[in-house]
């Protein structure tokens, strides 16, 4: 699974260089093949042709018999020899020993990475021919697609049994390939996609008139025929061409994406009362250097820390992390068990203080800012979001149904979270918290921090947000999740009682 983070891809582009080489070698390897071919060729033409001269004469020469003969066999057997010999064998057999040691897309990788694309689509409102022309919201990042790129984007979502997206890009990839010259894509293999896709989103009519197109450009088409007798049949049982109401149940989700795209803030009276101010904790060390502290939210209490994490401590962290990432996990709500899944897809590895100054440096600075014990904490959790890396709707604490969470480590449950941002995201990526409309984006360097539990230990549900998909850019961020033993002196519980106020 290389989708799931972009550190990951980079590895990729070796192995296409070395897939280039190969490739390269391979054609002067069979140019000069040819080249020999050639000249035997051009041999055997001209004694061909110095015998038509004189026939009787030519053969009457014995060293002209001789070399008839030869030229016929040994020579032949050469030429055969050359022709036979199969050279693509040896560079694939050379290819596949490289192979082990570089980086492999799997087709599950395709496939992810094409179900990424849908998501980023859908959540950003992009259009299909945009993002054909590789532009992201008016700025253009990448090369245009052919109707070819196109119809195997339809042919993931096929396989994923989405027609929503079979049809928008199968109808793009028809629509690139009129003005395509040489044509990367067989118009009928488009078409019976689109036909197919067509008739399960409900629009049978139409489906029978690309089916049409279809057994006009193959007339002999067995599925094609077959499904035309269908659809005509089908058209006549409910005497109706309308395509059905389909439910794409998305309702739920439209504000989640719209917070996504930076469209919903919070009312003005909620935006006035936020602060901005220089926090010291009482804390000694940091009166000459306090805390950049920003109120994002009041209950909860969201804060965003500035520079609370220097470039080389990033650079560190990323170091340490990129060659143990492993695809994150979620817990199974009724097992306890970790496992993967679809809604949350990024890379992540976990860091001890002991590994790194820089570690430790950066888990005390936590403590600095929360006033909140470490001791119980989780180790530092850095995560890589690859295209389309999201992490939907959650809360980081467990709920009370959740009887296996968090068991194993015996620190209680996840009283607050600092999020750090170890990168800026070109588009996309911002953190959003689905119920208080607001949305955090990456800035390089901070860090969110807010409390998951009310005092009385109770999860607070206004808590509960998620990380967009990256639409331009990669996404690292890094979180400490702090626990509630140890706390008791430091977050005083009882019902309802706000969280500590910070010392200005
Ligand atoms: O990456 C983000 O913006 C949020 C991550 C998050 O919520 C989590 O890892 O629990
Ligand atoms: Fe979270």
């Given at each position: 699974e290389l989708y799931t983070a972009l550190a990951e891809l980079e590895g990729l582009l070796h192995t296409e260089h070395a897939l280039i080489t190969t490739i390269e070698n391979y054609i002067s390897a069979q140019e000069q093949k040819m080249l020999l071919l050639r000249k035997y060729v051009e041999a055997y033409m001209e004694q061909y042709e110095k015998a038509s001269e004189d026939v009787q004469a030519y053969v009457e020469n014995p060293i002209n018999a001789y070399l008839l003969v030869k030229r016929l066999t040994t020579d032949w057997k050469l030429v055969q020899n050359l022709i036979t010999r199969n050279t693509g064998e040896e560079f694939i057999a050379d290819f596949d020993e490289l192979k082990s040691s570089l980086k492999f897309p799997s087709d599950e990788d395709l496939n992810g990475a094409a179900v990424a694309l849908t998501r980023l689509q859908d959540t950003y409102q992009l259009d299909t021919s945009s993002l054909a022309k590789g532009e992201i919201n008016g700025v253009k990042y990448a090369t245009e697609l052919t109707a070819a790129d196109c119809f195997e984007l339809g042919r993931q979502s096929y396989t994923n049994n989405d027609h929503y997206h079979t049809q928008l890009w199968m109808m793009e990839a028809d629509e690139r390939l009129k003005r395509e010259v040489n044509q990367s894509v067989e118009r009928s293999e488009i078409l019976e996609y689109l036909a197919f896709s067509t008739f399960k989103l409900g629009d049978v009519g139409l489906a029978l008139d690309l089916t049409n197109k279809l057994l006009e450009l193959i007339p002999t088409h067995e599925r094609a025929r077959g499904n035309k007798v269908y659809y005509e049949d089908e058209i006549a049982k409910t005497n109706s061409v309308q395509p059905k109401n389909i439910s794409w149940n998305r309702q739920a989700r439209m504000s989640y994406e719209a917070l996504c795209r930076g469209e919903i803030s919070p009312s003005d009276t909620i935006a006035a009362k936020l602060k901005c101010r220089y926090v010291n904790n009482g804390n000694p060390f940091l009166m000459i250097a306090p805390f950049k502290v920003e109120e994002a939210y009041l209950n909860p209490h969201i804060l965003i820390f500035h520079d609370v994490m220097a470039d080389d401590e990033i650079a560190t962290i990323k170091a340490l992390a990129q060659p143990r990432f492993q695809r994150a996990t979620v817990q199974n709500?009724?097992?306890g068990a970790l496992e993967t899944a679809q809604y949350r897809i990024s890379k992540s590895a976990w860091l001890k203080e002991i590994e790194h100054k820089h570690v430790a440096d950066v888990v005390q600075r936590v403590e600095d800012m929360t006033g909140l014990t470490m001791e119980t904490a989780e180790e530092l959790q850095v995560v890589n979001y690859g295209i389309g890396g999201h992490y939907e709707p959650h809360y980081d604490f467990a709920r009370k149904e959740e009887a296996n969470a968090f068991k194993s480590l015996g620190t209680g449950n996840r009283i607050a979270t600092v999020l750090f941002y170890m990168s800026d995201v070109a588009q996309g990526g911002a953190t959003v918290f689905p119920y208080l409309d607001i949305a955090l984006w990456p800035k390089k360097g901070a860090a969110a921090f807010w409390y998951n539990?009310?005092?009385?230990?109770?999860?607070?549900?206004?808590?509960?947000?998620a990380a967009c998909p990256v639409l331009a850019g990669s996404k690292w961020v890094s979180n400490k999740w702090i626990h509630e033993d140890g706390q008791q002196f430091r977050r005083p519980c009882g019902?309802?009682?706000?969280?500590p106020e910070y010392t200005a």
């Open positions: 709500f009724m097992t539990l009310h005092s009385s230990g109770d999860g607070d549900k206004h808590t509960r947000h019902l309802e009682r706000p969280p």
